[in-house]
């Protein structure tokens, strides 16, 4: 898994090595896995001494960034810059509403069919939009997000254009909510809410490890060839339109998990809040970029710069959205790999390394006319 | 006779979209940039209309005369100073600019003129129509026609038949070869620009004195453009007047059924063109 080993053609390289290792792990990035790991596990400790309102801000910044890695996969991977991604949120949300309010569904389950509503949403959806390319493709996804809210805003039975609230009780009915009140002496309200972050550290961790799998697997590598070179990619037989197909496919399910599972913390569904192009693109978007697009960790960056702004900026109303916007034009325009890229150009550190590195074989510099003399 | 209304007040609005359109159609054109603040500036103009208007107490088609060159170097300066550095083969970095900047201007206007519904007033021609045999047709609808069609006219006119229109049409094809001619892209980019901000001034006139407007509507504007564009065919202005009349016509004929479906209804036209014809109905340029 982390050595690939390429025997090299004996006629190339030199007699004294035989073989280069493609590596894509550096010393740095085996510390940072000790650190993920530490991370991790203070994560899943954090409800024990964290009170309810720090719970509710990392479920917050937990769903968000795992819209954020889906979006930095789409766009910053696959090519596909998306402005429509309310779609699977807002129809994951209300596939997820329908199956509790309506269908009386376990909430786990419901949240699951919320990511395969969104999933199966994203079928038709790529039908239309992958006839449009690059600024049309963005245009084109939006368009469908209006159609799928404005068609679900006539959905009297969610409450039509106003939406709709959860019946009372639904977050008690959450699996674990009573095991986790017993064994920590807690009251309900509170065992909900750790359960609730549970979930979204669950999905945002599900989100980055499928990103990390993906992109140092064989279609990954396709994938950062059609980004960089889609005709080189084409004539070596990678298929751009179906490794993008597939992306988007992922994306939407994940992304409509994420609208399930903050729809269901708050318990109260409305069309134009479930498919806000400005909550659950414009946000994700700057929250990417100005973390830095096409790397696992821009977004994890990113998405801590835009919690820390929200708070800075709270009581300014618009001029929050406005100073993020004008940050997100100048990080593109001045350093379009972010403040992660600002950071690993300095340093070389990666923490989820995914860029083959080739390393041994012949690159001592004694050897003369050796194929990288 | 009532379904002959819908259909003509549809045309009519067509118009409109089409102003929206037409600026966006220019400067894909052109450059292959696609604005998604497009919108926003229409709003932003809507806004300094109002000012001039309601401030200097100006008739609202002298202060559209003070406003278009504002507009026109507002353009001129935006694509020189920053579009410009984003233009390239990667479709990320102007994508995320100008959506950006839309963010930025409609959050300004929210500050500088709060959530609340405007309209530029135009007095006696708010209300005034004419009949037109069975029909009875508003005087600010025909003229917002009218002006569509005009600045269509116009467009083309500018583009195939002057110096400017060939240096438009040079750079757009081939940018290396236009600069050996000594064509400088950089300013004819800002000089498209430029142009696309006149005509979204004329568009801002209508918006403005047709019916309310806020600083968050428009998004909303860019997607009627938009879906106008592609159904037209890129590169194509008269195209673009028959996408924007469609958009129209569905919009109010699906208001007719419900009022609830008007806008579903010109989405939902704009996907069965796509399905059907996906390069829109009289392509010109290659995409």
Known sequence: MTHETLSSSSSQAPAAASAWTVTTRNRASSVAALLIVAVLLAGIAAPLFASRSVLQDLFFILTMLTLAQCWNLLAGYAGLVSVGQQAFVGFGAYVMAASVALGGFDPVVAILFGGLAAMLLSVPTALFVFRLHGAYFAIGTWVIAEVVRLLLAQWKALGGGTGTSLPTGVARELPGVRLVADWFGVRPAQAADMVYYWLALLLACAAIGFAYRLLRSKQGLGLAAVRDNGQAARAVGIDPNRIRFAVYLAAAFVTGLAGALIYLQKARISPDAAFSVTDWTAYVIFIVVIGGIGTIEGPIIGVVVFFILRNLFADYGSWYLLVLGLLGIAIMLFAPRGLWGLFTERTGIQLFPVRRILAGGPLTKTIKGGPHG | ?287
């Not at chain 2, 008007?262 to 399905?275: D, K, M, T, W, Y």
């Open chain 2, 1 to 287: 006779m009532n379904w002959l209304d819908t259909i003509v007040q549809g045309i009519l609005l067509g118009g409109l979209y089409a102003l929206f359109a037409a600026g966006l159609s220019l400067v894909f054109g052109i450059m292959r940039l696609v604005n998604l603040a497009h919108g926003d500036l229409i709003v932003l103009a809507a806004f300094l209309l109002l000012v001039l208007v309601s401030a200097l107490g100006l008739n609202p088609f002298v202060a559209a005369l003070v406003a278009l060159p504002v507009m026109y170097a507002i353009g001129w300066g935006l694509q020189f100073l920053v579009l410009n550095r984003t233009i390239g083969d990667d479709i990320l970095p102007p994508l995320l600019v100008t959506f950006g900047l839309s963010v930025v201007i409609q959050n300004a206007l929210l500050q500088g003129f709060s959530a609340d519904s405007r309209r530029v007033p135009v007095g006696a021609l708010e209300s005034a129509s004419l009949q037109i045999g069975p029909i009875s047709v508003g005087t600010m609808p025909l003229f917002t026609f009218l002006s569509a069609v005009g600045v269509i006219v116009g467009l083309n006119l500018i583009f195939y038949r002057t110096g400017l229109g060939r240096a438009f049409r040079a750079t757009s094809d081939d940018r290396a070869t236009a600069g050996l001619m000594g064509i400088r892209a950089d300013r004819i980019f800002a000089t498209a620009t430029g142009l696309a901000m006149v005509v979204v001034t004329i568009a801002a006139l209508f918006l403005g004195t047709r019916a309310n407007f806020d600083p968050t509507m428009g998004p909303a504007r860019l997607i009627y453009a938009f879906e106008a564009v592609i159904i037209g065919g890129l590169g194509s202005f008269w195209g673009t007047l028959a996408g924007g009349v469609i958009i129209g016509v569905a919009q109010t004929l699906g208001a007719a059924i419900n009022p609830e479906w008007q806008i579903l209804a010109g989405h939902l036209a704009f996907l069965l063109v796509l399905l059907v014809r996906p390069r829109g109905l009289f392509p010109r340029a290659l995409d």
